[in-house]
């Protein structure tokens, strides 16, 4: 019979548009969060990081937003490009252990 | 440096072979994670070495799950015997292990595993 997999929520947007991610993170006694890119065929790469004593931290596009009072974690990616077409992973680490918990992950998808 | 190296990137193979799957971390690394990904249950954490040490194996799912990291250049995940529900793609990735007690993950490209 067929699985019945993970539902994984889909993002759809313009290319050149921004896109926003969300991530909803469990244990608040995480205090060091990153988000993973991973597109189809390949594993997981590192896009951003950010650890509790910050609330906002950039990148080249990308700005990752971080707020512990509703443990929630959010990916911004500006002018999107179809090169951004990817699943998203937002995961979760306490500082001194090696272990990080990923969530299931969002799904963009860019439409040229 | 090549990043992290896994082989096979396929594998098919039938209920009761035994399979082991291959990892080469990135050079200088202390931490090596093996993971599991699968439309059911997403991607999950199987164990873990620091120093070829496992540390935490307790992803494991089962006894017919074995790792092994003889020595820092090269790890092995085993199974044995191999059942259709293990099919998945595995994952092996690589930290450098930082001060501060966590440091980034390399993801290597992954094989998927086909069990039938």
């Known amino acids: 019979g067929e699985n019945v997999g993970l539902h994984l929520p889909t993002l759809s947007v313009q290319e050149g548009d921004n896109s926003i991610i969300n991530c909803a993170y469990s244990n608040s006694a995480s205090d060091y969060f990153i988000w993973y890119k991973q597109e189809s065929g390949k594993g997981p790469q590192f896009i951003i990081d950010?650890?509790?004593?910050?609330d906002k931290r950039q990148g080249q596009r990308v700005t990752v937003l971080l707020n512990k009072t509703v443990k929630h974690l959010s990916l911004q990616i500006a002018a999107t490009q179809p090169g951004d077409s990817a699943v998203y992973f937002c995961?979760?680490?306490?500082?001194?252990?090696?272990?990080?918990?990923f969530g299931i992950g969002t799904k963009l998808q860019v439409i040229p | 440096d090549a990043g992290v190296i896994q082989s096979p990137r396929h594998e098919v193979t039938e209920m009761g072979q035994e399979v082991t799957l291959r990892c080469k971390p990135i050079?200088?690394?202390?931490?090596l994670f093996w993971y599991r990904q699968t439309m059911m249950r997403g991607l999950e954490l199987l164990i873990y070495?620091?120093?070829?040490?496992?540390?935490?194996d307790s992803g494991m799912p089962e006894d017919r799950f074995s790792a092994k990291m003889p020595n820092a250049s090269f790890s092995t995940l085993k199974i044995q015997p191999s059942e259709p529900r293990d099919s998945a793609v595995y994952f092996c990735a690589s930290s450098l292990g930082g001060q501060s007690g966590t440091d980034t993950q390399y993801f290597g490209p992954g094989t998927r595993l086909t069990v039938l």
């Open positions: 950010i650890r509790s004593n910050m």
């Open positions: 070495f620091n120093n070829n040490v496992p540390i935490d």
């Open positions: 050079s200088g690394h202390d931490y």
């Open positions: 995961a979760e680490n306490i500082r001194g252990y090696q272990k990080v918990t």
